[in-house]
């Protein structure tokens, strides 16, 4: 298989593990390496637009909002530029619903994103290794997402490390969880490419 892997460490969906609100994979979906800072790389392609048209990909798969949802546990980003204060909040245990929505829409346009260059391919969005506190709240706009566009994206709830043999490095989720978030990915994806 063919495959193409986006992927930055703390990085989310709205906001970063640590709320910094420029640390997102949508921001940089679009490019080539973009994350990688100015330099020789860049005269070399880094950074520019990517062209989707070079190569479609069967099968799209989204694990993207975990972060976010460590965020509302961490403490709030001040930009050192602006001063401007970045932090998903809660009361409690009770996740603001103002914040949720934002992480909906997200959610939401990103699917946008992510359709509009892979017109044909089936999108899976995977979610829950760390915890499923904002799983429902996903679903749901993967939901709407699929009915106000008349799409099939499927969300597909991965099982959660909860054994001390499913955690790697920094309570990170390790090789065994992987294996089994795996094989239920190859299976739907199995499912529905056939």
Excluded at 5 to 24: A, C, M, R, V
Excluded at 137 to 163: C, M, Q, R, T
Aim: glycine share 6%; hydrophobic share 35%.
């Amino acid at each position: 298989a063919d495959y193409h892997i986006i992927s930055q460490s703390g990085f989310g969906l709205y906001h970063s593990w640590d709320n910094h609100p420029e640390k997102t994979i949508p921001m940089y979906y679009e490019d080539i390496c973009s994350i990688i800072p100015d330099g020789d790389l860049k005269n070399k392609g880094f950074n520019e637009k990517y062209d989707f048209s070079l190569w479609q990909p069967d099968a799209i798969v989204i694990n993207l909002a975990t972060n976010d949802d460590i965020a509302f546990d961490n403490p709030e980003f001040i930009d050192p530029d602006t001063g401007i204060v970045h932090k998903f909040r809660k009361n409690g245990d009770v996740l603001n619903s103002e914040d949720i929505e934002i992480i909906g829409n997200a959610c939401y346009e990103f699917l946008s994103l992510v359709r509009k260059n892979n017109p044909n391919a089936l999108i899976l969005w995977g979610f829950g290794m760390l915890g499923f506190r904002i799983g429902d709240y996903l679903k749901e706009y993967v939901d709407k997402f699929n009915k106000d566009n008349n799409d099939n994206v499927i969300f597909v709830k991965l099982p959660e490390a909860v054994l001390e043999d499913d955690f790697g490095s920094r309570q990170h989720p390790g090789i065994k969880l992987h294996k089994k978030c795996a094989k239920i990915i190859v299976d739907v994806l199995k499912e529905n490419l056939s």
